[in-house]
């Protein structure tokens, strides 16, 4: 007598159950994706306002001047900002950041955040701009920090120095936030701005020209 063999039944899935899956997948993921980019916004901010919170208690410490408005003599980074020197105003305040990888933003994919002020590089770890006419906190429209993801005519600015005009046709890539960028200002609060409003809170300084050092 023959043995008995199980029947086995192989069930694959229909076309409709794969089609299901997928579309099941693709709403999670378009209800995960604004949560996940919004968290990483938040980071961004929460970094500017350490960072604004940093020039505020070094000011407290040095007559109430920030680094741009102290020279290197008197343990300032004045002469090197306006040569559009990013690094060196942040490493004058190390004692006041407390660690490095504040400065680097969460959606910033070019930079790595340092973990120590020693093996810390402007152009590899540091993703916001420093505003050079920030000499003290008179002026709380003057733009302190941000990040540095602006775009002009010519395409994406780089490092150094960045001369913008009050007319000048500027905006944020779509490099991080969405063609958004986070903008720190001299009285210590951080703003979301899109195009629009970038360039109205430039118009808002009340100055021609605003200088603006690029990682």
């Avoid at 993703?127 to 005519?153: E, I, K, R």
């Amino acid at each position: 007598m023959k043995p008995r063999c199980a029947k086995q039944s192989i069930a694959a899935m229909t076309l409709f159950e794969v089609a299901v899956v997928i579309a099941t997948l693709l709403i999670v993921a378009a209800l995960l994706l604004p949560r996940l980019l919004e968290s990483k916004r938040i980071d961004c901010v929460n970094n500017l306002k350490q960072v604004a919170i940093a020039f505020r208690v070094w000011a407290g410490d040095n007559n109430d001047k920030y680094p741009m408005g102290t020279s290197v003599t008197n343990g300032g980074a004045m002469e090197l900002a306006t040569a559009g020197n990013v690094i060196a105003c942040f490493l004058v305040m190390s004692n006041e950041l407390s660690t490095p990888k504040i400065l680097a933003c969460p959606e910033d994919a070019d930079r790595i955040p340092a973990r120590f002020f020693s093996d810390f590089e402007s152009k590899s770890n540091i993703s916001y701009f420093v505003g050079v006419d920030v000499t003290n906190n008179l002026n709380p429209q003057l733009f302190l920090s941000g990040d540095d993801n602006f775009a002009m005519a010519s395409g994406p600015v780089k490092s150094g120095l960045l001369r913008v005009w009050t007319n000048t046709p500027v905006a944020w890539t779509g490099a991080r936030h969405i063609h958004h960028g986070n903008i720190s200002f001299a009285d210590g609060s951080v703003l979301q701005t899109d195009d629009k409003m970038l360039i109205q809170k430039l118009q808002e300084t009340g100055l021609a020209t605003n200088r603006l050092a690029i990682p």
